[in-house]
């Protein structure tokens, strides 16, 4: 079972920028398939962000050019670089991973992850 744990959100204002980080233990980053996902008040979860097996990374449309996905196999951390942020961006980000290689069709699913962090709030306000 793969342990994820989140940190770095925070309140920020329009236009900053922002780090999140997930501490992955119980797996390599090698041989994890690990996705950002996050839930705006009253909306369902969305897809932002993943990385396969420590070197596909993919992007959801909404997030591209300005949020990048990153690991540090040392710390085993996937990063998730936020630019640019707007207020539609504040929500609880998540990570979640499965130790399966998920092919490209698969990673944007959130049900083929079995394992979340439970969560950090990112909010961007002015």
């Known amino acids: 079972q793969v342990q994820l744990v989140e940190s770095g959100g925070g309140l920020v204002l329009p236009g900053a920028s922002l780090k999140l980080s997930c501490a992955v233990s119980g797996r390599t980053l090698s041989r994890v398939t690990l996705a950002w996902v996050r839930q705006a008040p009253g909306k369902d979860r969305e897809f932002v962000a993943a990385?396969?097996?420590?070197?596909?990374?993919y992007h959801a449309d909404s997030v591209r050019g300005r949020f990048s996905v990153s690991k540090d196999s040392a710390k085993s951390t996937v990063y998730l670089q936020m630019n640019s942020l707007k207020p539609e961006d504040t929500a609880i980000y998540s990570c979640?991973?499965?130790?399966?290689?998920?092919?490209?069709?698969?990673?944007?699913?959130?049900?083929?992850?079995?394992?979340w962090g439970q969560g950090t709030q990112v909010t961007v306000s002015s």
């Open positions: 979640a991973a499965t130790p399966r290689r998920l092919i490209t069709s698969q990673v944007r699913a959130l049900y083929e992850y079995d394992s």
């Open positions: 990385l396969r097996w420590g070197t596909d990374t």
